[in-house]
Structure formats: C-alpha cells, structure tokens
C-alpha cells in the first residue's frame, strides 16, 4: 500500500503505523504481516546468488543484515520520522554504539547536550580508549555554540531528555552545527515519532529505543536510526553488520503490533499525564515538577516549535528528600509498580536516591494507560507518608 502524498501529518502517520508498506496479497491474505523466521534465504541459481551478492544490502541473504519482517518495521520507522532510510537493532543501545562507532574516527570530539542516558554516556567514556573524546553542555544554540570544539565531530542531543525531560533547541542546533560541518542526533525516545519529528528541524539523525512507547507492551528491546541514506547506509555496513546487534524478526513483529496502537496510546498516555501534573501541582510536598508541558521561557518556545504532543514520563523532587522518605513514598505505591524502563502500559515509579546521598533528588514517573483515577488514587496515598 502506498502513501497517499497530501494526508496530514497525523492521518499520514496513522496509516503507517496501520496499513503502509504492508502487501497483504503476498502473505496469503493474513492480516497480520508474517514473522519471517529464517536466518537465511535461498536462491534458485548460482548466477542469481552471484547477482544478489553484488548487491548484498538490497536484498534478502542472510538475517543479520536485511530480513522482511525487520524491513517492514524500518520501512514504517523510516516514514514516521520523514527520513530516508531506518536500520534497526537489537536495543536502543546497539542502535547507540552502531552510531558512533561507525561516525567517530580517533581524534574525534562528541559533545553531548542535556543529560544523555546513563550507557550512552558510558559509551562514550568507553571510546575514550580509542581516542574519542566527550564533553556535556545545556540545550540552547548558545550554550551549544560556546561549547563546540574544532574537533567537534558530532552533537548528540536528548529532547526531552529522560530524567529531567530537558529540552534543546533543534532548529538552533541543527542550523549552527550545518554552519561549521558537525554532524547532529538526537535520541527522540520521549517524544516518538508521533510527536516529534527532529529530521524535519534538520537534525541529522534521530535515534530510539524501540523497547519504551514504540514496543509498548514492556515485552520486547530493540532500536532504531533513521536518516538520509548517505548516513544510515555507512551504519548498516559497519556499525549493524560488524557489531551485530540484529534484530529479531520476533521483535520486529511485536514493535509493528506496537505500532498499530501507537497513535491511540500516545493519546492516553498524554491525557494521563496531564491529569496526573495537575494533581502533582498541588501537593505541598512536592519542591519541582518536571515535564516539557511545564516548560517556561525559551525552552517553551521550543517545546511549542518541536513537540506536537506530550509523553508520560516526568519526575519530580519532594520536600526533604531523604531516602526513608522517598523509599516510603515508593514503597506504599500499589498501581504504580517499581521498575527501570518506560513507555509501557504500566505505570513505574523510581529514584536513583542511595541512603547515603544528601542534596535534591529525583523521583520519576512513567505514566501508563491505567485509570487516571486509580492512579490519583495511588499518588494520594503515597503522599500521606510525607506529611
Ligand atoms: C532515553 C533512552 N535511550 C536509550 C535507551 C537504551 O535503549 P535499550 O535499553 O533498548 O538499549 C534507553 C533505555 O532505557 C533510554 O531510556
């Protein structure tokens, strides 16, 4: 099925993540497109084999580089975020570390604006062995500008960001970085495809852990990297195929179930997230709350510019914030269960609070599809241990 060129940008992603690319008549008329389970595909002649493997990256040879089910999924990932070519991975990380490792050359400086995800960062202080080196800075092109080095090869950006939900200016980045030939990504995980679209800001690249509101169902990890094919092919070659951090076609079928429901999750988790904000507002024992719907200043201006749409990760400080407290506050939490990752059904609460630290700390949560109410509900009873 092919796109229909004038629908709105929701319609248009709609029909991605539904019906698009998908070519029915060739899976015997199943609904639901096959899981193609092979590690290999075979060839009726030598001379047909020696013809594809001229062109190993076009066609289906072997699983660890092209696959159906895997290129569906990246035919759709590719659409939603506008660009011209997705690659998807084992992780988010495999994604990351595909990144880099085929974009940096020894010598090379990544400068990194607003907290980047903990393993990303990781990475980077990982590749200062082979001579990359790394530097973090805030999310304004001026803060950008100052920080940006002669050896600056590439600014990795996270907006939102994913403990803070930070935002960084992307049109301001994208055109300063242009200027002075430095290549730019962004990990796009908070916002999805759907509510932010960073190609179009011109950024280079945009990244996602397929494991949070894509899978959305906590029951699958994955990644993807979406951009001009002159880009993403060097990372298939190099990055996917040498590291080898595939895909399963497995996965790559439960992120396209994912996909259909996308939209209409999206739209709950917004409507969740909100209600639950407003009620955050007014609790005393709350000392900062922290969400792009909230932003003020510059960084409303390009929450306003960038993001069509709100995701249910927030976090937020209380009054005295020891661990017994936060530990309390989590610990009385029933709806809410207490977990790493997000963008599931379900709602998590956690804090990287240790007993022995003192100063500001965060409690995040990642609101899923439950009731609100019944959420509401939970929250308020937590909030009677910190009065
Ligand atoms: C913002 C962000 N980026 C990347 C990742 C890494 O993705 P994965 O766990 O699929 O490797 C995560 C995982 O939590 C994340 O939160």
Same mark, same amino acid.
């Given at each position: 099925?092919?796109?229909?060129?004038?629908?709105?940008?929701?319609?248009?992603?709609?029909?991605?993540?539904?019906?698009?690319?998908?070519?029915?008549?060739?899976?015997?008329?199943?609904?639901?497109?096959?899981?193609? +389970?092979?590690?290999?595909?075979?060839?009726?002649?030598?001379?047909?084999?020696?013809?594809?493997?001229?062109?190993?990256?076009?066609?289906?040879?072997?699983?660890?580089?092209?696959?159906?089910?895997?290129?569906?999924?990246?035919?759709?990932?590719?659409?939603?975020?506008?660009?011209?070519?997705?690659?998807?991975?084992?992780?988010?990380?495999?994604?990351?570390?595909?990144?880099?490792?085929?974009?940096?050359?020894?010598?090379?400086?990544?400068?990194?604006?607003?907290?980047?995800? !903990?393993?990303?960062?990781?990475?980077?202080?990982?590749?200062?062995?082979? !001579?990359?080196?790394?530097?973090?800075?805030?999310?304004?092109?001026?803060?950008?500008?100052?920080?940006?080095?002669?050896?600056?090869?590439?600014?990795?950006?996270?907006?939102?960001?994913?403990?803070?939900?930070?935002? $960084?200016?992307?049109?301001?980045?994208?055109?300063?970085?242009?200027?002075?030939?430095?290549?730019?990504?962004?990990?796009?995980?908070?916002?999805?495809?759907?509510?932010?679209?960073?190609?179009?800001?011109?950024?280079?690249?945009?990244?996602?852990?397929?494991?949070?509101?894509?899978?959305?169902?906590?029951?699958?990890?994955?990644?993807?990297?979406?951009?001009?094919?002159?880009?993403?092919?060097?990372?298939?070659?190099?990055?996917? +195929?040498?590291?080898?951090?595939?895909?399963?076609?497995?996965?790559?079928?439960?992120?396209?179930?994912?996909?259909?429901?996308?939209?209409?999750?999206?739209?709950?988790?917004?409507?969740?997230?909100?209600?639950?904000?407003?009620?955050?507002?007014?609790?005393?024992?709350?000392?900062?709350?922290?969400?792009?719907?909230?932003?003020?200043?510059?960084?409303?201006?390009?929450?306003?510019?960038?993001?069509?749409?709100?995701? !249910?990760?927030?976090?937020?400080?209380?009054?005295?914030?020891?661990?017994?407290?936060?530990?309390?506050?989590?610990?009385?939490?029933?709806?809410?269960?207490?977990?790493?990752?997000? !963008?599931?059904?379900?709602?998590?609460?956690?804090?990287?609070?240790?007993?022995?630290?003192?100063?500001?700390?965060?409690?995040?949560? $990642?609101?899923?599809?439950?009731?609100?109410?019944?959420?509401?509900?939970?929250?308020?009873?937590?909030?009677?241990?910190?009065?």
């Amino acid at each position: 099925m092919t796109l229909t060129d004038n629908a709105s940008d929701a319609a248009r992603d709609s029909e991605i993540c539904t019906h698009a690319f998908e070519e029915h008549e060739r899976y015997e008329g199943a609904i639901a497109p096959p899981i193609y +389970q092979t590690s290999l595909f075979t060839f009726p002649t030598l001379e047909r084999f020696t013809e594809v493997m001229r062109d190993e990256r076009s066609h289906f040879v072997y699983s660890r580089g092209l696959n159906p089910t895997v290129k569906l999924l990246e035919d759709k990932l590719a659409a939603l975020e506008r660009g011209e070519m997705a690659k998807a991975f084992a992780s988010g990380m495999g994604a990351i570390s595909a990144t880099m490792m085929t974009l940096l050359d020894q010598g090379d400086h990544v400068l990194l604006v607003n907290q980047a995800y !903990g393993p990303t960062r990781q990475l980077l202080e990982q590749m200062a062995r082979f !001579g990359v080196s790394f530097s973090e800075t805030g999310g304004s092109r001026g803060e950008v500008e100052t920080a940006l080095r002669d050896d600056t090869r590439l600014i990795y950006i996270e907006s939102p960001s994913s403990m803070r939900m930070a935002l $960084a200016d992307l049109d301001g980045i994208a055109e300063l970085a242009r200027s002075r030939g430095v290549l730019t990504a962004i990990d796009n995980t908070w916002a999805t495809p759907l509510y932010q679209k960073p190609l179009t800001h011109g950024i280079d690249l945009t990244l996602h852990t397929l494991s949070k509101y894509i899978g959305g169902h906590s029951d699958l990890v994955g990644g993807v990297v979406v951009g001009r094919r002159e880009l993403v092919a060097p990372i298939f070659e190099h990055g996917h +195929q040498l590291l080898g951090a595939a895909l399963s076609p497995h996965s790559a079928f439960l992120a396209l179930r994912g996909l259909r429901t996308l939209p209409i999750r999206m739209r709950q988790h917004q409507a969740n997230v909100l209600e639950v904000i407003r009620y955050l507002a007014t609790q005393p024992s709350v000392a900062g709350l922290h969400h792009p719907c909230l932003a003020t200043g510059e960084p409303a201006a390009w929450a306003e510019r960038q993001l069509s749409g709100h995701a !249910g990760l927030l976090s937020f400080e209380i009054v005295d914030p020891s661990y017994v407290r936060i530990a309390g506050f989590i610990d009385t939490l029933r709806v809410f269960r207490i977990g790493v990752s997000w !963008g599931g059904y379900e709602s998590l609460a956690i804090s990287q609070r240790q007993p022995d630290d003192t100063g500001p700390a965060l409690i995040r949560l $990642a609101i899923g599809l439950e009731d609100v109410q019944s959420l509401l509900d939970d929250l308020e009873r937590a909030f009677r241990t910190l009065q």
